[in-house]
Nanobody, 117 residues
Framework: QVQLVESGGGSVQTGGSLRLSCAAS????????MSWYRQAPGKEREFVSV???????GYADSVKGRFTISQDKAKNTAYLQMNSLKPEDTAMYYC???????????WGQGTQVTVSS
C-alpha cells in the first residue's frame, strides 16, 4: 500500500514563499506521476500542478510563473515551490500519486497553506 505524507505548509504574508513536500512510501508497482491539488473552504478540489511519468510538468493557469513542481525519484518525493503567494492561494494542498494509465491513484491527507494580506 502506498502512503503519501505532505509537509511544508504554513502561514505566510502576501508575496511570501513556501515549499511543499510529498513523500511516498510503499511500492507502486507502476510508472507514476505526482500531482498537487488544493481545496479552499466551500470550494471544490482543483488541480494545481503535475509532474508526469516522462518528467514533464504542467500547471494550472492560476499558478503559472509562480509555482514550480519538481521530483526526486530516488527519494520518491515531489516538491511544490510556491512563490509570490496570494491570499487566493489559501487552501488545503493535497498530493496525489497516480499510476500511468490511471489504474490506481493515491492521495495524501493534505497540508494547510494560509496566505494573509
Amino acid at each position: 500500500q502506498v502512503q503519501l505524507v505532505e509537509s511544508g505548509g504554513g502561514s505566510v504574508q502576501t508575496g511570501g514563499s513556501l515549499r511543499l513536500s510529498c513523500a511516498a512510501s510503499g511500492n507502486t508497482y507502476c510508472p507514476y506521476g505526482m500531482s498537487w491539488y488544493r481545496q479552499a473552504p466551500g470550494k471544490e478540489r482543483e488541480f494545481v500542478s503535475v509532474v508526469r511519468t516522462d518528467g514533464s510538468a504542467g500547471y494550472a493557469d492560476s499558478v503559472k510563473g509562480r509555482f514550480t513542481i519538481s521530483q526526486d525519484k530516488a527519494k520518491n518525493t515531489a516538491y511544490l515551490q510556491m512563490n509570490s503567494l496570494k491570499p487566493e492561494d489559501t487552501a488545503m494542498y493535497y498530493c496525489k500519486l497516480y499510476c500511468s494509465g490511471g489504474v490506481r491513484s493515491y492521495w495524501g491527507q493534505g497540508t494547510q497553506v494560509t496566505v494573509s494580506s
